[in-house]
Nanobody, 124 residues
Framework: QVQLVESGGGLVQAGGSLRLSCAASGRTFSSYAMGWFRQAPGKEREFVAT????????YYADSMKGRFTISRDNAKNTVYLQMNSLKPEDTAVYYCAADSKRLGGSDGARYDNWGQGTQVTVSS
């Protein structure tokens, strides 16, 4: 098990940027595939991005490609989500998740550890 704590959310104007962080406890962080998901009010949880345990492979939802970048620092037990060119429709609670089986991917059911989320609000 790994505990995850997200930070970096907030209120930003459309076109602006935010960098989310997800700090993980435990010495096995580097063995987990990690992902970011989001959930807007009244909507289902949505996949954002995923990164392999080594950081060598990343994958994004189509609507985030070119705007969002996922990265990780295994020495700091942290995964990041750099979000640029934000749009009002990016408003949501953003969650990071860890997959102990190293599969990662866009299916939230693969992830067995979740953070509490951080609110991102993009004003028009």
């Amino acid at each position: 098990q790994v505990q995850l704590v997200e930070s970096g959310g907030g209120l930003v104007q459309a076109g602006g940027s935010l960098r989310l962080s997800c700090a993980a406890s435990g010495r096995t962080f580097s063995s987990y595939a990690m992902g970011w998901f989001r959930q807007a009010p009244g909507k289902e949880r949505e996949f954002v991005a995923t990164i392999s345990w080594s950081g060598g492979s990343t994958y994004y939802a189509d609507s985030m490609k070119g705007r969002f970048t996922i990265s990780r620092d295994n020495a700091k037990n942290t995964v990041y989500l750099q979000m640029n060119s934000l749009k009002p429709e990016d408003t949501a609670v953003y969650y990071c998740a860890a997959d102990s089986k190293r599969l990662g991917g866009s299916d939230g059911a693969r992830y067995d550890n979740w953070g509490q989320g951080t609110q991102v609000t993009v004003s028009s």
